[in-house]
């Protein structure tokens, strides 16, 4: 399966090789690659440099090394977990500037709401509808529920990137919405007139997509990130 690896760059060479196999499916999930011996020998690598790439390979997700009688690496396959967890270490530790989040943001989101808008079953708009429902209910409990009401706003946002039945949007914004909320402690002004004006915007941005106007939808949801995002900048000069 395997040629020698180059000598000029061959720890390098080794991890390209594994996984050019399993992208293009020639290692499928769940297959356990050949035994460290048998892979110094296709290589002709040491074992240490041997190791080191399948090191590599297994921070990147591709394969899991198991350990004892039954041991061995294994092919665990490309998916969007990888994507996913480097993103979240971006989001969550705000190593993007708010900024470039929010014009990240207003483009995907703005696509996103489009595609709900075309791509919705009657069972997805009964899923915003209840969304909705539960996000006013917390917001006229008042400030203790204030929290929760952020949170289902999120929901609602994930939903809609699950209704483009695309795994990439689905991806990103999931991924994006469970680590966002550092970026609101820091700069979101927790005040109930920004809070029902957040509200408000969900609600036209559901009507739009219930009403299958996707290019409605597409720029209530860019208004919407553009809008937030410079009251989030306001606060973060004060």
């Known amino acids: ?4 690896a180059k000598q000029n760059r061959i720890f390098q060479d080794v991890v390209d090789q594994i996984q ?3 992208v293009e499916g020639r290692l499928k999930a769940g297959d356990q690659l050949p035994a460290e011996r048998k892979l110094q020998e296709e290589f ?5 440099t041997l190791r080191e790439a399948l090191r590599v390979l297994e921070q990147k997700g591709l394969i899991e090394i198991r350990t004892g009688v039954a ?3 294994v092919i665990k396959g490309v998916s969007t977990e990888q994507v996913s967890e480097s993103l979240a270490l971006l989001i969550r ?3 993007v500037p708010l900024s470039k989040l929010a014009e990240f943001r207003e483009g995907i989101e703005g696509i996103v709401a489009a595609l709900a808008a075309v791509r919705a079953t009657d069972q997805d708009l009964e899923r915003l509808r209840g969304l909705l429902v539960r996000a006013g209910e917390y917001l ?3 400030e203790p529920y204030w929290d929760s009401f952020i949170r289902t706003d999120e929901e609602l946002h994930m939903a809609l990137a699950e209704m483009t039945d695309n795994p990439l949007f689905n991806t990103v914004l999931t991924t994006v919405y469970h680590n966002i909320h550092t970026y609101y402690e820091s700069y979101l002004p927790m005040e109930e007139g920004v809070l029902r004006e957040n509200y408000q915007d969900l609600r036209d941005i559901v009507d739009a997509v219930a009403a299958r106007d996707a290019n409605r939808a597409t720029e ?5 990130v553009r809008r937030f995002n410079e009251r989030m900048q306001q606060r973060g000069t004060l």
């Open 44 to 48: 002709n690598v040491s074992r240490g």
């Open 20 to 22: 050019e196999a399993i």
């Open 140 to 142: 006229d409990k008042g």
């Open 1 to 4: 399966m395997f040629r020698k």
């Open 71 to 73: 041991g061995g690496s």
């Open 93 to 95: 530790y705000q190593k």
């Open 220 to 224: 209530l949801a860019k208004a919407h």
